[in-house]
């Protein structure tokens, strides 16, 4: 019995609980403050809600056969998302229907396309955060509300440390185009057989972003026909990979030594000091690895943001100073490679004494930060009576586009690596 209760309590202790003080006294170590970036480890089985945009404006895409990746969409997407859990079809005009067995097929068909109204703002309010979303669209809204629905993304999955993805493919078009210019305007627009004159839908994915940047490769893998396709991630991680301690490898180090009192995460390294009033420094090499539909990055400038916290009884204070300085050196042999090196000075920065949690954000510039050029090639603007109006390219992609990016930079700035690390007395 004292052998089954001493199991019970050895398993109730967390991983993280002590740290012997100048005093031999131990201190409990509240759970880190603040949120960490998500774990990029995909779940074993995830569910995707797929909503096929059922409007007018979608019916061209479904009336020639050359060039038409569209008709074998439906079948595609149910087998990709199909391997990782359960997918269940829905179509959207105004209203949101879901859809039984296998009628979602019928998406490859001219007649289903009868509704009036586009409502994505609805189907991103419906979303199950917990699943894979993937709208399909041509990115038209009724009334031109893009706004509405830039704000819904931004509240319901930036705020939350998800990820949006847009897919444009450039299609056989024979059909008709609504609301074009000031008088609302209405065209039929024949592609024929013409890559050139092929008019883009689009794939608006919705999620984590493990599964997010995972559906995006297996799509690009699965992509046989040569049709025109723009991939455009945006995430607050912008490598392919974790960015935190789980990669990073040590290299020179100054007055600190690795410890692992505490017996953290592998994203939260432990270090101990050698003198508390001489400088110290790390450094590691970090290999930056832009995900398929990353927006081009300027790297030659970047913003950091440094929070510092010590253990205070059961609490974590903030720490209102700190000379935290970090230093890119980028090689130039070596494209993506890169030198980080963190430098502080413990008495300036720290608490004496006490357990210290240094959170370090490394991002880019938000005017470093572009969106990829298939974006801007695809977008038209139309002023007046709509006479420049092109149907091979999409009304006003590049604000809509834009200001999704505008919306990631707003509320959750993306980062190529977060450095998080304790200082233990």
Known sequence: MKKFLLTILLFLVPSSLFLSGCADKVQTVPPLPGTLPNALTAPEKLDT???????????GFTTLS?????????????????????????????QIHALDGRSHRLFATPEVYTEAITAVANVVDAADTSHLSIIVTDLF??????????????????????????????NSFNGEIFDVGLNAAKFSYNSWDDPNRYRPFYLLIMGRDDAVKTFLRKFNERQTLPN????????????????????????????????????????????????????????????????????????????????????????????????????????????GIFLVKVSLTPEKSLAEGKLNFVRIKVMPKESGCRLPAWVELWSVNVDGSAKTFDGSKTLNLTRILGSLKDSVFAVSRPALMNINFVVTP
Not at 49 to 59: G, K, L, N, P
């Open 49 to 59: 809600d797929i909503y096929f945009d059922s409007t007018v404006s979608m019916r």
């Open 66 to 94: 050359a060039g038409n990746v569209y008709l074998t969409l439906p079948d595609l997407l149910g087998d990709l998302c199909g391997a990782a859990g359960s997918v269940k079809f829905y179509s959207f005009g105004e």
């Open 141 to 170: 809204e009724s009334d031109s509300d893009w706004s509405n629905v830039t704000q819904k993304l931004r509240d319901k999955f930036f705020a939350n440390h998800l990820a949006v993805a847009v897919v444009g493919i450039r």
């Open 228 to 335: 025109d396709t723009g991939y455009l991630l945006l995430s607050e991680n912008l490598t392919e990979t974790a960015s935190d301690f789980s990669n990073f490898e040590l290299g020179d180090v100054e007055n600190f030594y690795s410890d692992d009192t505490l017996g953290l995460e592998a994203r939260v390294k432990e270090f101990g000091l050698d003198k508390f009033s001489a400088p110290a420094s790390f450094a590691f090499v970090r290999n930056y690895e832009p995900p398929l539909g990353a927006c081009p990055l300027d790297l030659s400038a970047i913003d950091t943001s440094t929070e510092i916290f010590t253990v205070d009884g059961e609490d974590w204070t903030p720490r209102s100073e700190n000379d935290v300085r970090v230093s890119l050196l980028k090689d130039d042999r070596q494209t």
